[in-house]
């Protein structure tokens, strides 16, 4: 089982910075791939960007020049720095980890952290 907390959200002026971490306790993979995703109100769950163990990124188009993904493998932690915040940047964030279990996939996640970017 794997467990993710997750730190950092809060409100903030447009134009501002935050950054996002998570840390993974549990029985955890030395192949994994973890991320953050995030959900609007009224809106789908989306990948915001993932990042894996041996540190290959992947980011949504509309916060490539924006935010940047890394983790510390030691601590099982990633984190998420956002700069250059928007308005339509607020969502509740989500941590995600994935990691093979028997042929597949298993995936966990976080509780949420609320971002609110005001204009």
């Known amino acids: 089982q794997v467990h993710l907390v997750e730190s950092g959200g809060g409100l903030v002026q447009a134009g501002g910075s935050l950054r996002l971490s998570c840390a993974a306790s549990?029985?955890?993979?030395?192949?994994?791939?973890m991320g953050w995703y995030r959900q609007a109100p009224g809106k789908q769950r989306g990948l915001v960007a993932e990042?894996?163990?041996?540190?290959?990124?992947n980011s949504a188009d509309s916060v490539k020049d924006r935010f940047s993904i890394s983790r510390d493998n030691a601590k099982n932690t990633v984190y998420l720095q956002m700069n250059s915040l928007k308005p339509e940047d607020t969502a509740v964030y989500y941590c995600?980890?994935?990691?093979?279990?028997?042929?597949?996939?298993?995936?966990?996640w976080g509780q949420g952290t609320q971002v609110t970017v005001s204009s």
């Open positions: 549990g029985s955890i993979d030395s192949i994994n791939i």
């Open positions: 995600n980890l994935r990691q093979p279990y028997s042929s597949k996939w298993s995936s966990s």
């Open positions: 990042i894996t163990s041996g540190g290959s990124t």
